[in-house]
């Protein structure tokens, strides 16, 4: 492509979005720290950020069952109930009582991620003095500052900037020949920002267009031996306008390589067999599914063997300040829809990526740039407020729930914050990412080193065994040894498909006890042995998140 070509179209290029099989994607080119990250970290872990447009409302999703009839009277009109087909889901039977949580009914996918110890909830995170303003919330949010912070950076630039400066020299190369950061959506988000960058976007229209089309722009031809750069024949290198057009040029390259790099990445990938749900089945409104094609997009270029490191993926529609439920139904309505498109796509993505081989790479997190106020308006709406919840989601988070159910007592109408959002990434970056303690500190991360969330497991790689030990688990069975028969005891946390099995010491399937969908709670099941041979055998128990195998002695 002609470099002037290029310039004349810069308008059209920088401020449109680059399309993936119809979804559009920011090409975040000018996050250096992110590309030089991606080449040299010591791991190949991804973060994905679900971006919730709006302002979630944290009390629909999160139900303080231990607050019930203040929670119910201070929004009668749109709260969520405790009876019916669609009461609200209880999230975990073993939470402490003030922990305790009922999940809105669309919200089955994230239950179902729960029980399989995939996600982390956070309760009532904000920052101080939160002004509720959507615009200004997000800055900060992506800033990574406080509310009388004004940075031109934003947290996940600043942090790798510092440890892999002078981009865009050397890249792409044959270690990270890939874009580090791909933001799905309109708008270039201030996360990505450098202190002395300025983020790209590439408009391109298909995954299969990708090369062809930033091939195709049209504009003027460069004319042999005639200023073929562009540049004015005067030093300028070292002025502010010589660096930005050494910005622009550079960028020219960089856009015919990764448009085509990413055309090949997105070829050679594919998705597993998972159904990534279309529509919400419960009624028109907000019927199609906007989170499930970008979660699609994003597993299938993992797939494809890309290297990039952050993704930012987003859903609207959260500023429900009215119509937030339906007059007839407080189940219904453009909130439900949302939490459904939200939890269902977030459970296809995981499921996904588990069928993908590509699980242990991958943590999701969500953001949101305020909650909702606890009282509801006469709109069948709630209005701006302070804090919501944070799902953390993947398959080495800290399964379980931090924090507490927000006060339903506060007078102020807003839940209050309990956790600053710096906590959680600070967490992030430490624990997933292998922020060392000076990196974070040059991040201004510094002052939430000690109090950084436990949303990681151990802050390191390891097993939730523990987890599933105290909600769904096998235990002894008695009598053991046996004679005749034996009682088999197992616990379920949420209603399951459980298979029990008596296998011998060839490894062959002798007996099965139990093979049906059973609800939570103590389950003993007693099994005839008199018709197997003396001996010692296995038996084996299995539900959709948890294997345990134990021993069993037949005595004659």
């Known amino acids: 492509m002609k470099r002037r070509n290029f310039l004349q179209k810069i308008p059209v290029i920088a401020g449109a979005p680059l399309l993936l099989n119809n979804i559009p994607v920011q090409l975040m080119a000018d996050s250096a720290p992110l590309f030089q990250a991606a080449a040299n970290s010591t791991n190949d872990r991804v973060l994905v950020i679900v971006q919730l447009h709006g302002g979630n409302d944290g009390l629909n999703c ?112 044959n ?48 004319k042999e031996g005639i200023d073929p750069r562009g540049v004015p024949p005067t030093n300028i290198e070292n002025t502010f306008y010589g660096k930005e057009l050494r910005w622009i040029l550079d960028l020219e390259n960089k856009t015919d390589t990764y448009a085509e790099q990413l055309k090949r990445r997105y070829a050679q990938g594919a998705n ?56 007839y139904d407080s189940t219904m309505g453009s909130h439900a829809a949302l939490m459904y498109h939200t939890t269902q796509a977030m459970k296809a993505f995981q499921d996904d990526l588990k069928a993908l081989g590509l699980e242990d790479r991958v943590l999701t997190i969500t953001t949101s740039e305020f909650g909702r106020r606890i009282d509801s308006n ?55 990412l292998g922020a060392s ?32 030990h105290e909600r769904t688990r096998l235990d002894d069975c008695f009598p053991n040894p046996a004679i005749d028969k034996t009682s088999f005891v197992f616990y379920l946390n949420a209603p399951e498909k459980v298979v029990l099995r008596l296998v011998n010491q060839q490894g062959a399937v002798v007996q099965t006890v139990v093979n049906e969908t059973l609800d939570k709670g103590r389950h003993q099941v007693q099994a005839d042995l008199s018709r197997l041979p003396a001996g010692t055998y296995l038996y084996s128990f299995e539900t959709s998140g948890h294997k345990a195998t134990k021993k069993l002695l037949i005595a004659r």
């Open 175 to 222: 270690e990270m020949p890939d874009p580090l950061a791909l933001e799905i959506g309109n708008d270039v988000s201030l996360v990505f920002h450098r202190d002395n960058g300025i983020p790209v976007s590439v408009s391109i229209q298909n995954p299969e267009q990708f090369f062809e089309q930033v091939q195709e722009l049209k504009g003027f031809q460069d």
């Open 272 to 327: 597993s067999g998972t159904v990534y749900p279309a529509l919400y089945p419960y009624g028109a409104s907000n019927s199609r599914n906007p989170l499930a094609p970008q979660l699609r997009l994003v597993a299938r270029l993992l797939s494809g063997g890309i290297k990039t490191k952050v993704f930012l993926v987003r859903i609207g529609g959260f500023d429900t300040h009215a119509r937030q439920v339906e007059a």
């Open 62 to 173: 999160l139900i303080p069952i231990n607050q019930y009839n203040l929670y119910y009277n201070r929004r009668a009109n749109v709260a969520i109930p405790d009876f019916g087909a669609r009461k609200f889901i209880t999230l975990d039977n073993r939470l402490e009582d003030q922990q305790q949580i009922g999940l809105h009914p669309d919200m089955i996918g994230l239950k179902q991620l729960y029980d399989n110890g995939r996600v982390n909830l956070v309760q009532s995170v904000s920052y101080q003095n939160n002004n509720q303003s959507h615009f200004r919330g997000r800055d900060v949010w992506f800033m990574g500052g406080s509310y009388n912070d004004y940075f031109g950076s934003g947290w996940a630039g600043r942090y790798l900037d510092q440890i892999f400066p002078n981009y865009p020299q050397n890249y792409p190369n």
């Open 437 to 468: 303690e000076t990196e974070l500190r040059n991040t201004l991360f510094g002052d939430y080193l000690s109090s950084a969330l436990p949303v990681i497991w151990n802050g390191q790689i390891t097993s939730n065994e523990g987890f599933f």
């Open 378 to 432: 006469a709109s069948y709406g709630t209005d701006h407020g302070v804090a919501a919840p944070m799902f953390i989601v993947g398959k080495y988070v800290n399964p379980g729930v931090i924090g507490n159910s927000p006060d339903m007592n506060v007078r102020s109408g807003s839940v209050p914050m309990q956790f600053d959002y710096r906590q959680v990434l600070t967490a992030v970056l430490r624990d997933w």
